[in-house]
């Protein structure tokens, strides 16, 4: 069985990569930029705006997992292209090649898209996939962390000199980026995951992890006891007009992420939770956490 993978080379999508590989599958990978070949992917050149890419990248797939998205945007347009149209026209492509499977990789901030043009694309998106009328489940994961992520780098570089900001209050889930390969490896099994569910995956920790908790333990990840600073709501907006005075569109600190940094509930549901006949996360977080930090010495980012 061939998977066409977008995203394919993130942060998620390598790891994804691994899982699909080492499960005997073979792959069709969008790309933007050429990549270095891999024995059992087909790399695709194009992306989600280009019709004739994607329709060879789904040619001949049996399922199509969508990870591909926009974390981080100067303004709305950036996150409506990637995430809003290039989902419709990755979806028109499905249509028009006869797959029927397709997996969406959203997030939890879909849930609340009334805080922040993220999860309002995110929403928007989740809308067309399940209008789409194909055999679809949707995805949606609460923090991801692991080797290769940019977006909790800051946190582990910010132990290491020994403060963590973070916001005032409010709790999160968090899982592990091979916790979650696993899950979309497992999706993507015939006749295992029910067609039209919404499902939010985690570490297993019932009630997630205090902002506090989280600094904490990777405090511990990088071996240090850090003190850990709450910001709130008005502080995470003024170090989001600094980060833009400081890094411009390349800021990772913006008015998006400080809205729905500061929401209080970023915790799984119970009732979306993925029965444990199809996946159960094997990656304790503090452990997982520690070796995110080894990696992340190992590749000179720490």
């Keep these: 069985m061939t998977i066409a993978l977008t995203g394919g080379t993130g942060f998620v999508g390598k790891a994804l990569i691994d899982r699909v590989l080492a499960s005997g599958r073979r792959l069709s990978a969008l790309a933007r930029q050429p990549q270095e070949p891999r024995e059992g992917v087909a790399w695709v050149p194009g992306d989600l705006a280009d019709p004739q890419a994607l329709a060879a990248l789904v040619r001949g797939c049996a399922v199509v997992i969508h990870v591909a998205g926009v974390v981080n945007a100067p303004d709305p347009h950036g996150f409506e292209q990637g995430n809003v149209t290039g989902t419709m026209n ?73 403060f963590v900001p973070v916001p005032a209050q409010g709790r999160a889930s968090v899982i592990h980026v091979e916790d979650l390969a696993d899950l979309l490896v497992a999706l993507a099994s015939a006749g295992t995951a029910p067609v039209g569910a919404r499902f939010e995956p985690d570490d297993g920790r019932i009630g997630g992890w205090s902002h506090h908790e989280l600094a904490r333990a990777i405090g511990a990840a990088v071996g240090r006891q850090p003190r850990v600073i709450g910001l709130s709501r008005a502080a995470l907006e003024r170090a989001a007009r600094l980060d833009r005075m400081l890094r411009g569109p390349r800021a990772k600190m913006t008015a998006d992420r400080a809205a729905y940094f500061s929401h209080p509930d970023w915790i799984v549901s119970r009732g979306a939770a993925v029965p444990g006949r199809i996946w159960t996360p094997r990656i304790e977080t503090h452990a997982g956490l520690k070796a995110t930090a080894q990696w992340y010495r190992q590749a000179g980012w720490l």
């Design 90 to 162: 990755l979806i028109e492509a499905v249509l028009a090649e006869g797959v029927r499977r397709f997996i969406f990789v959203s997030s939890l901030s879909a849930r609340e898209p009334g805080l922040s043009a993220y999860g309002a694309s995110k929403a928007r998106a989740e809308k067309l996939v399940t209008a789409s009328g194909l055999d679809w489940t949707i995805v949606r994961p609460p923090a991801i962390y692991g080797p290769h992520d940019r977006e909790m780098l800051d946190l582990f570089r910010a132990a290491k000199w020994g």
